[in-house]
Structure formats: C-alpha cells, structure tokens
C-alpha cells in the first residue's frame, strides 16, 4: 500500500492516506431512515446543500444495521464501496480493483462478512477489476455487471433488479453514456446512489470511447439520477481532486457540466480533449475471470508463435530449413517491395 502511495501524485497520496484512516476509524458511513424520507444525521429538514447532508453518519448507518466503508485505489483514483447488513453479515463489493485486493479481502476477513456479490458498476477501461480473482479465493461469490456491458458474469443485470444482501438491497438504475452497459446502484431508502463513471462529482464520465454517448449520458443523469431524492448522496466510481462524496441536489445545482443544456453538454464533451486512460486496452481483463484471461494469454503468448515457428520451419528453400525470423524479413520486404 505504501509503494502505491508513493508512486501516486501529492494530491492522491493525501487522499490515499486520508481514506486509509477513515476507513480504519470511521467509514464514510450514511443510512436513512427507511420511512420513506431522508433524514441526515436527524434533522428532517437540513438543507441538502448544506454540509450536514455530506457528514459521515456511521452511528446512523449502523442504527439503520447498514456498514458502509469507501476504499480508494489512487494509481486510478477508483473508488471501492463495500456495504453489509450488519446482522446477518452478508456483503458486496461495488467495483473492486486489482491492486487492493488483499486490502479488501482482509478488511472482510477482519469484519467478519461473508460477501456474497461483487458488482461492476460497468466495463472498465481504466483499471483491472479484481472480480474474477475474488471469486477464486472466495467460495460461493457471485459477479454481476449489466446484461448490455457485453462482459461475462454470474448475474447479468437490468433496470429494475436488486441486489439483495440481508435485509439490504441495491436497485439497478440502468445509466449509458459512458459505456452502454453502465449502472447506477441505489440503496433501498434511497439515501445512496453509487454512480459509477456516469455521474462524478461536479463533472462526469468521459463519452469519447467504448461506445460513449453524450447525449445518453445527459439523459441518463438527467431522467435517472437528478429525479432521485435532493438529499440522496452521490457516490462516484473516480475523483482525481480528493471530493469523497456529493448529494444529487448539489449536482443539479452545481455540476459545471450538467446544468447546460443538451446541445452545449454534447459540445464540451466532444471537446474534453482528455488523455487515454493509463491502463484503456486492459478493459475486461479479469473481468471474464482468470482462466479466459490465462488462456488468451497463453494463446496469444505462446500457442500462436509456436504455430508459427512450426508453419515456417516446415517450409524448405532449396532443400533446406528456413529461418522464422530470416523468413519473416524476407516475406515483409517482399510485401512492402523494398
Ligand atoms: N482526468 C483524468 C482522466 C482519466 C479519465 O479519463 N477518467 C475517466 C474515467 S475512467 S475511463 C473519465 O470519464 N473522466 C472524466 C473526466 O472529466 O475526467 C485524470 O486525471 O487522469
């Protein structure tokens, strides 16, 4: 965790060990009452976009027998949730990364929970789930991700499922844009929305690559999440500026993009102009599990040069083997007429 730490830029290391200690000590924990109204920390009527609706309420998720805890991975800046019904201690995972999976699984372990899904709010491009390698280690896992990510899974999700764990439960809001098999998950009450890459704080995810669409995502984040409750708190899958948490109020009042209209939201996406994502290309590796991702590997890696080795060294010139590597040169510089 250290050696990350310090790789990571000043602004995400801070952040890096200000969650590490939050998540020691606190978690960025928040329950609503389950009456059909949020009531942040008590008060029924605190104005959403007031600070009180963004304190961490542990107590108060816990009263509610929710655990929250937010976990930062900062070489991507992605965030991890782990929610569990503390009474009957059953967990899920919302977007788990590769690089802290023993983090996640020893926080578990120590907590005592039993996970039963870890969730992908969508196909990544940016980092390397750690869903597949969590299944192998942990019996009984199940993964789920949208039936339109185009990913493999145990459960394949759309609008309207839940994701049950104890007496808790998540809502599937289905939110393209970013990719077409995005989902925004909700919690029962209604007081949490883990937003993925479709809405971040004070901006959102990026449309210009795996089948991104501007305007889908302003009608997703318009239709889907702006008509959740003022006080609902956002949670998002990135932050490169060290924000934790918002509420969908302050977003429809305050997100720079959002509060355009449709034409000039589709125009400062198309001129974003953000660098490619370190990791783009790695998208669903793992995500289809180890093995597929072993075998394509091996295949790519292995298989195929070695099939080739066999195919050429089988040919003969004069009478004689040939060269791989000789006759490769050969055959491009003859394509290319050099
Ligand atoms: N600003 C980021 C750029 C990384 C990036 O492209 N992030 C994606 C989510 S992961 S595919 C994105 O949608 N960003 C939207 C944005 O407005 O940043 C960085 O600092 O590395």
Same mark, same amino acid.
């Given at each position: 965790?250290?050696?990350?730490?310090?790789? &990571?830029?000043?602004?995400?290391?801070?952040?890096?060990?200000?969650?590490?200690?939050?998540?020691?000590?606190?978690?960025?924990?928040?329950?609503?009452?389950?009456?059909?109204?949020?009531?942040?920390?008590?008060?029924?009527?605190?104005?959403?976009?007031?600070?009180?609706?963004?304190? !961490?309420?542990?107590?108060?998720?816990?009263?509610?027998?929710?655990?929250?805890?937010?976990?930062?991975?900062?070489?991507?800046?992605?965030?991890?949730?782990? %929610?569990?019904?503390?009474?009957?201690?059953? &967990?899920?995972?919302?977007?788990?990364?590769?690089?802290?999976?023993?983090?996640?699984?020893?926080?578990?372990?120590?907590?005592?929970?039993?996970?039963?899904?870890?969730?992908?709010?969508?196909?990544?491009? @940016?980092?390397?789930?750690?869903?597949?390698?969590?299944?192998?280690?942990?019996?009984? =896992?199940?993964?789920?991700?949208?039936?339109?990510?185009?990913?493999? &899974?145990?459960?394949?999700?759309?609008?309207? @499922?839940?994701?049950?764990?104890?007496?808790? !439960?998540?809502?599937?809001?289905?939110?393209?844009?970013?990719?077409? #098999?995005?989902?925004? =998950?909700?919690?029962? @009450?209604?007081?949490?929305?883990?937003?993925?890459?479709?809405?971040?704080?004070?901006?959102? #995810?990026?449309?210009?690559?795996?089948? #991104?669409? &501007?305007?889908?995502?302003?009608?997703?984040?318009?239709?889907?999440?702006?008509?959740?409750?003022?006080?609902?708190?956002?949670?998002?899958?990135?932050? !490169?500026?060290?924000?934790?948490?918002?509420?969908?109020?302050?977003?429809?009042?305050?997100?720079?993009?959002?509060?355009?209209?449709?034409?000039?939201?589709?125009?400062?996406?198309?001129? %974003?102009?953000?660098?490619?994502?370190?990791?783009? #290309?790695?998208?669903?590796?793992?995500?289809?599990?180890?093995?597929?991702?072993?075998?394509?590997?091996?295949?790519?890696?292995?298989?195929?040069?070695?099939?080739?080795?066999?195919?050429?060294?089988? %040919?003969?010139?004069?009478?004689?083997?040939?060269?791989?590597?000789?006759?490769?040169?050969?055959?491009?510089?003859?394509?290319?007429?050099?």
């Amino acid at each position: 965790m250290c050696s990350i730490i310090n790789k &990571a830029r000043p602004v995400h290391r801070a952040l890096a060990l200000t969650l590490r200690l939050r998540t020691n000590t606190e978690g960025s924990s928040y329950a609503a009452a389950d009456r059909g109204h949020f009531s942040p920390c008590g008060g029924a009527d605190v104005d959403p976009l007031r600070a009180a609706s963004r304190r !961490y309420c542990s107590r108060m998720a816990l009263s509610q027998g929710l655990l929250f805890r937010q976990l930062f991975e900062p070489e991507s800046s992605t965030y991890t949730y782990l %929610l569990a019904d503390t009474s009957t201690k059953e &967990a899920v995972l919302i977007d788990p990364v590769l690089e802290p999976l023993d983090r996640a699984l020893t926080l578990l372990h120590e907590l005592g929970f039993n996970l039963k899904v870890a969730v992908n709010t969508h196909c990544h491009a @940016d980092h390397i789930t750690s869903t597949g390698l969590m299944k192998k280690r942990l019996a009984g =896992l199940k993964s789920a991700i949208s039936k339109f990510s185009g990913a493999s &899974a145990d459960i394949h999700l759309s609008e309207g @499922d839940k994701i049950t764990f104890g007496k808790q !439960y998540l809502t599937v809001v289905e939110t393209p844009g970013h990719t077409d #098999g995005c989902v925004t =998950l909700v919690t029962g @009450d209604r007081s949490m929305a883990f937003t993925g890459d479709a809405l971040l704080i004070r901006g959102c #995810g990026r449309t210009d690559f795996q089948q #991104g669409s &501007a305007k889908k995502l302003y009608q997703s984040i318009h239709q889907k999440i702006f008509t959740l409750p003022d006080h609902c708190l956002i949670y998002p899958g990135h932050d !490169y500026k060290g924000q934790t948490a918002s509420t969908v109020a302050e977003e429809r009042k305050f997100n720079p993009r959002l509060t355009k209209s449709l034409e000039e939201f589709v125009d400062i996406m198309n001129n %974003l102009n953000l660098p490619k994502p370190k990791k783009i #290309g790695m998208t669903s590796h793992f995500l289809y599990g180890p093995v597929t991702s072993y075998a394509l590997l091996i295949t790519i890696g292995v298989v195929l040069p070695l099939l080739l080795h066999h195919f050429f060294f089988s %040919l003969r010139e004069d009478g004689k083997d040939i060269c791989t590597i000789r006759f490769i040169t050969l055959y491009c510089c003859e394509c290319l007429r050099i």
